[in-house]
């Protein structure tokens, strides 16, 4: 969901650049629906609707869907939408997959015994990074780090965003994209743009959309690991019980107690991840007390806290 809605706003403001450098073309006017009528299945996050006016006066729809991995099925759902969107619209009609990671088998046909599908597939990997840095097209510059040599190419990437005339609230949005785009290729890379900018980016859009993403990841990965440890106890004392009301007593209490382990060791993890990205070095020691909180209601506390927070000391009374 987090690159979508960042694909999202980088479409929004750049979509004269990517119809500019995709399509090889110039328009007259391009214009962004915000989705297909009523009537028309919904579209996903990562899919969007483009009326393109020629300079001729002529006008065509582009669809433009974003994917992070390659799957056949999304295709599939690709034909959906244009079918649908050249009956509605009445116009040429034109479907455009970009794809994020690297995947051999991804192909622009669609082909089947009943059906023939082609469409622009865009192998972000394969794109040159260096000629977007020299285009100075600026919304293109979060998709750097996917393309061919992009990990090279980041740090240069940053420094002529961060250097650049840009308004400070345009800049820290692209900046803090640019490093999540980059989490595709490392996290760490990821971290460190956040920990070198953060003067900057710590109030972008883009920020707190990742802050809240990595919240979520890390409450959802302990909650699924209490789930399996609760149902591994829950089974475990159900077999020695050998009775049928054992074994459903000892699977939701290991269920309960499992939920309640994993759902404090995810707020954890997301308070660490949250503290190193916000203040960087300066967490490592108050980091290394809130390993040691045993109580969920101090961790939520602190939760709350650290979202207003601008500096440790808020943080740090709590903790005494």
């Known amino acids: 969901m987090m690159y979508d809605i960042i694909s999202k706003y980088l479409i929004e403001r750049g979509k004269e650049a990517i119809y500019r450098r995709f399509y090889k073309k110039k328009a007259f006017m391009l214009e962004m629906y915000l989705g297909l009528p009523q009537e028309l299945p919904n579209m996903k996050r990562g899919d969007f609707?483009?009326?393109v006016t020629n300079r001729d006066g002529s006008k065509e729809v582009h669809i433009w869907e974003f994917k992070t991995h390659w799957k056949k099925n999304d295709v599939l759902n690709l034909l959906a939408y244009t079918i649908r969107a050249m009956q509605y619209y009445k116009l040429p009609v034109k479907p455009f997959?970009?794809?994020?990671l690297e995947?051999?088998?991804a192909t622009d046909?669609?082909?089947d015994e009943n059906i023939t599908f082609r469409y622009e597939l865009i192998k972000m990997w394969e794109q040159d990074g260096m000629e977007i840095i020299n285009s100075e097209d600026?919304?293109?510059y979060p998709f750097i780090p996917l393309?061919?040599?992009?990990?090279?190419?980041?740090f240069e990437t940053e420094e002529k965003l961060y250097n650049s005339e840009l308004d400070k609230d345009v800049k820290a949005d692209l900046l803090a994209?640019?490093?999540?785009?980059?989490?595709l290729i490392s996290e760490d890379l990821c971290t460190m743009l956040f920990k070198r900018r953060r003067d900057l980016v710590i109030e972008s859009f883009a920020y707190k959309l990742f802050e809240e993403d990595a919240r979520r990841v890390a409450l959802e990965d302990g909650l699924i690991k209490g789930r399996q440890e609760g149902l591994e106890i829950g089974l475990k004392e159900g077999r020695q019980k050998g009775r049928q009301e054992g074994r459903q007593e000892g699977r939701q209490e290991g269920r309960q107690e499992g939920r309640q382990d994993g759902l404090q060791e995810g707020l954890q993890r997301g308070i660490l991840l949250a503290l190193r990205i916000k203040f960087g070095d300066e967490a490592n020691t108050i980091a290394k007390e809130i390993e040691k909180i045993q109580s969920f209601e101090k961790l939520i506390e602190i939760e709350s806290t650290l979202e207003q927070a601008n500096d440790l000391n808020k943080i740090v009374q709590l903790l005494s």
């Open 138 to 140: 600026y919304y293109l």
């Open 147 to 154: 393309m061919k040599n992009g990990e090279g190419l980041l």
């Open 109 to 111: 046909v669609y082909e």
């Open 177 to 183: 994209s640019l490093a999540i785009f980059s989490g």
């Open 97 to 100: 997959l970009f794809l994020f």
């Open 103 to 105: 995947k051999p088998a």
């Open 49 to 51: 609707l483009v009326e």
